[in-house]
């Protein structure tokens, strides 16, 4: 009988001693909900993405934010299905951006 005691209890002190990684929970998946895509043109070809939260606005795709994580954002699927889609559609932004030398909303105030 000694000789479970003694592994429970050896067990249970070393996890004192350090932690793992269940302990340090990472946040799960970003998902925009903040965000909203707003259709600047009638054909709803031209679209602006706005943060409700932070005041954020701009033409372009918002600056970090993944394919799935546009895609995540309400009412997305309406304009693309999938995830390269919206890879095509950054790219296009990206090269629309670098041609008008990233000038956005918040320059034309």
């Not at 005691?5 to 302990?23: E, G, Q």
């Not at 895509?37 to 409700?52: Q, Y």
């Amino acid at each position: 009988m000694l000789r479970l005691v003694i592994p429970l209890y050896r067990a249970n002190f070393l996890s004192h001693l350090y932690h793992t990684t269940s302990i340090l929970r990472m946040p799960g998946p970003f998902v925009p909900r903040d965000w909203k895509i707003i259709e600047t043109s009638p054909s709803g070809l031209e679209r602006t993405f706005s943060n409700e939260k932070t005041g954020e606005s701009t033409w372009y795709t918002p600056e970090g934010m993944s394919a799935a994580e546009i895609l995540a954002i309400p009412d997305a699927k309406k304009y693309w299905s999938t995830t390269e889609e919206v890879e095509k559609y950054i790219r296009a932004m990206a090269a629309e951006k670098a041609k008008y030398g990233g000038q956005d909303i918040e320059d034309q105030a």
